[in-house]
């Protein structure tokens, strides 16, 4: 993966870059066509392993993604920004967002309904889940962004057109200035 990434960069940066490491080597490549914006696209890498993946999103990505529930987040948040200061990195130059499952109820016995479903299939791995009511979820939003998270990406895999608009109307209300 770093050595990827040290690629994606140099390609996105570099007229003709070269590039010899341990698995990967270019020689004099080309990018054609050259990418939009300077410096290429944004370089998002994500998980939340502290010693590997997010020293290398300190040195080399734009954004990370990382999953789980707030106080997981907090902590790989400060995780993040410790390996920032070693590389000398502003963290504030990497935009913090979280994957996760959303799932949009209608009353407390669904939210604790769904809340099961998911622990019985997932375990542990289910409290980094979004599940509740319309002030459920702004709650738990709230809690995300003040552990870091800048953005949220999620996936409503039971929801309909409607739940989705109903979560886009309510979150878009709460948090105006929020992508």
Known sequence: LEEAVQICRAMFRQE?????????RIADAWNLPRPVQPGGPPILIGGGGERRTLRLVAQYADACNITGDPDTVRHKVEVL???????????????????????LTGSPDETEGVRGLLHDAAGEQASGADVGQEEDIVARVEELVDAGVQYLIVNMPTA?????????TVLGTRFPDRP
Do not use: K, M, N, W
């Open 160 to 168: 309909g057109e409607e739940a989705i608009h109903r979560v886009g």
């Open 16 to 24: 003709h870059p070269s590039f010899e490491g341990r698995y990967y």
């Open 81 to 103: 920004r410790q390996h920032c200061a070693a590389v000398g990195r502003d963290p504030a130059e990497v935009t913090v967002t979280r994957l996760s499952t959303l799932v």
